[in-house]
């Protein structure tokens, strides 16, 4: 079946096809630079540094939200508090919990980082012509939308509690 005779639900199967073969090759990328470039900086570690960078965490919410057990987090915050990327803290309204935070050397780390990636991507696609750039832009536009709306119902919380929002986060340069 061409394109244009495609019905709208053989349409949606096809872009998802096509996202599920290119973010494995972007994530592969921005691993490989990141290995490269900061070998300190494991993939995992971003991920928790820009959670940290929004509110503060305790290591049982960190567990839960990874899918690890707490003694396996507690080893990875022990690690990146050796690093002095983050703090423990004890919780003012609660005495008996310990919320883990980002230091300043933590943010600094995670912008770096960031910046690194960005200009590895942009780099990537320099040699498109402005027409590329513009099609690829509609579509990212697009695509971040849906996957906006998703996440609300897909992290079973409201936006207001969601690590990463744009314009709210180093990655969106906030």
Request: net charge neutral; with cysteine; proline share 5%.
């Amino acid at each position: 079946m061409a394109h244009g005779m495609e019905t709208k639900s053989n349409a949606a199967n096809r872009i998802a096809r096509q996202i599920f073969e290119i973010v494995p090759y972007v994530m592969r990328v921005m691993k490989s630079e990141m290995r490269h470039s900061t070998p300190l900086v494991m993939p995992g570690h971003m991920q928790l540094l820009g959670m940290l960078s929004h509110r503060s965490w305790t290591v049982t919410e960190l567990a839960d939200r990874h899918a690890v057990s707490a003694p396996t987090m507690s080893n990875t915050i022990t690690t990146l508090e050796e690093r002095g990327w983050v703090t423990r803290v004890r919780s003012e309204e609660d005495r008996r919990a310990v919320l883990i935070r980002l230091t300043k050397e933590g943010k600094s780390v995670l912008e770096a980082t960031h910046n690194r990636a960005e200009n590895l991507v942009a780099k990537l696609l320099e040699p498109l012509d402005a027409d590329e750039q513009e099609i690829l832009t509609e579509g990212l536009e697009i695509l971040h939308r849906v996957f906006e709306a998703a996440m609300p119902a897909a992290s079973g919380e409201d936006n207001a509690s969601a690590e990463c929002k744009p314009g709210k986060c180093p990655r969106h340069r906030c």
